[in-house]
């Protein structure tokens, strides 16, 4: 008998020991099922970043043969970089832009949708349908109907308005995409506002409605604060998409007109797969991850005071 | 009342996660095959085309080669990338440690990978290869492959451009046949692109679609090349000063420009267009379009017309190369030397117009184009291939390409100052050039 089991006993009796074994034995099962997670983030998240950070204090052309140690040399011309600056001003602004329009619209939807109507599931699973499509097929397909002569401007032109060249005119190439990425992912941000709504107590409604609120002020003081909660989890994993995007820069601006939507996670892409300075990219890289860390940090640390239930 | 359960971390399940993330690591972290394994090898080649006929011809040879010699090689994979990033993709895999044994490389970036030294000298197994008959390969067609010394790739492909013409188009618009221009000796950019602007305005077409489906992404693969005729050049010679600001370089963007917003002769930027399904007057392409364009409507294939600086038959290329730091180079310079002789030439010229002197004759090129006459071939194949110049390369391309594309972008709106965009460009890339 082990000195641990004679302890339970003493302590608490077999059943206590018994209670400990079960314990166990829940905790394996558990970090059981964890550990593919666990191994997942180690293996293709925390190691490949800590080979970006590596790979940032070198100057690495593959195609040269070259990889030598430099210091902070990357980091010293990425301070000195109009481009990489330009890129991350686009970056914030697609990312302001694509936040307010997709909480926006999302939340709009959702209170929409909240009713009790005959067929309203077809509605909410129209508005989701876009979030299940591949990305590529979206943005590809909405390239042909934005181009100079497709069909955006094709339906404009029936109602007399000369619609502008929407993906190469450098006022509006960047609204576009956005505008493109909003349809895209606005039923998951939906989704999960309904679900909010949906958890709304009937009761507190009624009772402002009682009080003599009208719909709107309803809205504003008793639903609107009990789902900040999930207004903060949808702009933060908003946030971080959007600082994150790349597949319609790629697919329908490769970065222009000019370097009008070259966002920061093009750039890392055309500075490492394109020109071969994979140094310097990972020097990007780094960069866009303390950026968006910084943001979200933000983010978390002013939740106390505006979301519901954060002290 | 349940009891309170502490819950312990188990040291065995700890112990089990970290084994199974060092597996894990270790597992990913192995290469595939032991290069000091002894025994046959498997080569692998990177290729842009899946295209099933092209796989077929490819894997034939090879069949034959690992059936010569099983001792040596145990199979050859054409590994195709085939979604427009194949440079980067397999920048990509060499910088991952997966270096292909052999790749394709366009001619644009022949001059990058020729002087970057990541290829192997293949004369030295050419020469001793018996049969090669390397004298037989066009000096003209090995040139940008040549480096001080050696030769570095095995230009496979040798496909002049040229102009497609929908003759339908043209006869409803009223418009010559390009054909009496050219015997009329008048087959001038200046007038391919009246009878483009006019079929264009008749038939509520495009004029002349270029060579890729967004020539404005890629202006210096799609655009620049067409000013050779103008004597235009994105830099000099020696590829250390910017010439698209030079007279011939101004001339030549501002007649393109004009041909695109006072004529329509060009698409402008942003507007999409398909010959293949008629809505275009002409195509500039290459022979293997002419697979894709089936008889729906009257065509043609002709020879680039003359500009001011005469006629410049211009070629696109694709050359074979042995990465010097795969895993058996020797292996696989020996098996390029299979892959290329003679015989296996004549196989790759069904769809590939060789760089051999002896197999430029229509009998082995109507194979790959069985849908051009004898005439179109010697026009647009055979004579040009003798004298045709390519795209201008450059050793430090990869990192030019996005900068012009971006400086450029400006010159696309019907107000643009040519000279000074063309001036921007020249500021945007001189740095690059000077290196």
Request: net charge negative; aromatic share 10%.
């Amino acid at each position: 008998m082990s000195g641990r089991e004679t302890a339970a006993t003493a302590d608490g009796g077999p059943r206590r020991s018994a209670a400990r074994r079960l314990a166990r034995n829940d905790a394996a099962v558990g970090l059981a099922f964890v550990a593919p997670a666990v191994i997942g983030v180690i293996g293709l998240g925390l190691i490949p970043f800590g080979y970006v950070v590596w790979y940032a204090f070198h100057d690495w052309n593959p195609l040269l043969g070259e990889f030598t140690w430099i210091g902070f040399d990357n980091f010293d011309r990425l301070l000195g970089d109009d481009v990489v600056w330009g890129a991350l001003l686009t970056t914030f602004t697609f990312t302001a832009l694509l936040m307010v329009l997709n909480i926006s619209l999302a939340l709009l939807l959702a209170v929409l949708l909240n009713q009790r109507l005959r067929g309203i599931t077809t509605f909410r699973a129209l508005f989701f349908s876009p979030v299940i499509v591949s990305t590529v097929a979206w943005v590809l397909i909405w390239g042909y109907l934005v181009a100079d002569n497709g069909g955006v401007n094709g339906a404009l032109a029936l109602v007399g308005i000369d619609g502008p060249n929407w993906l190469r005119d450098p006022n509006w190439a960047l609204v576009t995409v956005v505008v493109i990425q909003v349809f895209k992912g606005v039923g998951m941000n939906m989704i999960l506002f309904l679900a909010a709504l949906q958890g709304v107590p009937g009761e507190l409604k009624e009772a402002s409605r009682l009080d003599g609120a009208g719909a709107w002020r309803t809205f504003r003081s008793v639903t609107l604060p009990l789902i900040t909660p999930t207004i903060l989890l949808v702009s933060i994993i908003t946030m971080i998409a959007a600082m994150d995007v790349f597949v319609p820069i790629q697919v329908l601006t490769s970065g222009g007109p000019g370097r009008e939507t070259t966002v920061i996670s093009y750039l890392l892409y055309q500075t490492a797969f394109r020109q071969n300075d994979f140094g310097y990219a990972a020097a990007i890289g780094v960069l866009l991850f303390a950026v968006t860390l910084a943001l979200t940090m933000v983010q978390w640390k002013w939740r106390r005071r505006w979301v519901h239930d954060e002290v | 009342m349940k009891p309170q359960l502490r819950i312990r971390t188990p040291r065995a399940v700890a112990t089990a996660t970290t084994l199974a993330v060092a597996l894990t690591l270790t597992s990913c972290s192995s290469g595939g095959d032991d290069a000091s394994a002894d025994g046959p090898v498997q080569l692998r080649m990177t290729t842009w085309s899946s295209n099933e006929e092209h796989q077929a011809v490819l894997q034939e040879i090879a069949d034959a080669y690992v059936e010569a010699h099983p001792d040596l090689v145990s199979g050859v994979e054409f590994d195709a990338i085939t979604d427009g990033t194949y440079v980067s993709a397999v920048t990509t895999q060499i910088a991952g440690g997966d270096t292909p044994d052999l790749m394709w490389i366009t001619e644009a970036y022949a001059e990058e990978f020729v002087s970057s030294g990541v290829l192997a000298d293949l004369r030295p197994v050419f020469v001793e290869t018996e049969g090669y008959q390397v004298e037989d390969l066009l000096p003209a067609a090995t040139e940008l492959w040549r480096g001080e010394e050696g030769l570095y790739a095995y230009p496979f492909s040798n496909s002049p451009f040229g102009v497609y013409v929908n003759t339908d188009l043209l006869a409803a618009a009223g418009q010559p046949d390009p054909r009496e221009l050219i015997a009329d000796g008048a087959w001038t950019w200046d007038r391919l692109a009246e009878v483009a602007s006019q079929t264009a305005q008749a038939e509520g077409v495009a004029g002349i679609q270029l060579s890729v489906d967004d020539p404005y992404a890629l202006p210096n693969d799609a655009i620049t090349p067409l000013g050779l005729a103008w004597g235009a050049r994105p830099w000099s010679e020696d590829g250390t000063t910017c010439a698209y600001t030079s007279p011939e370089s101004v001339a030549f963007f501002d007649w393109y420009h004009s041909q695109v917003y006072d004529h329509g002769t060009f698409p402008a930027i942003g507007e999409t267009v398909d010959f293949a399904s008629g809505q275009a007057a002409f195509r500039i392409g290459q022979l293997s379009l002419s697979a894709g364009l089936g008889d729906t409507f009257g065509w043609d294939f002709l020879p680039l017309p003359e500009g001011p600086a005469g006629t410049v038959p211009v070629m696109g290329q694709a050359g074979i190369g042995v990465l010097a730091n795969g895993e058996h180079p020797d292996v696989a310079a020996d098996f390029l030397a299979h892959f290329t002789n003679p015989e296996n030439a004549a196989k790759l010229a069904r769809f590939f117009p060789p760089p051999r002197e002896s197999l430029l004759t229509t009998e082995t090129l109507r194979a790959a184009a069985p849908t051009l006459t004898d005439e179109q071939l010697e026009d647009t194949l055979i004579n040009p291939a003798r004298s045709a110049t390519t795209k201008v390369g450059h050793p430090r391309l990869s990192g030019m390409v996005d900068t012009i594309r971006a400086s450029m972008d400006s010159l696309w709106t019907p107000e643009a100052d040519v000279e000074a965009v063309l001036a921007d460009v020249c500021s945007a890339i001189e740095p690059s050039l000077a290196e």
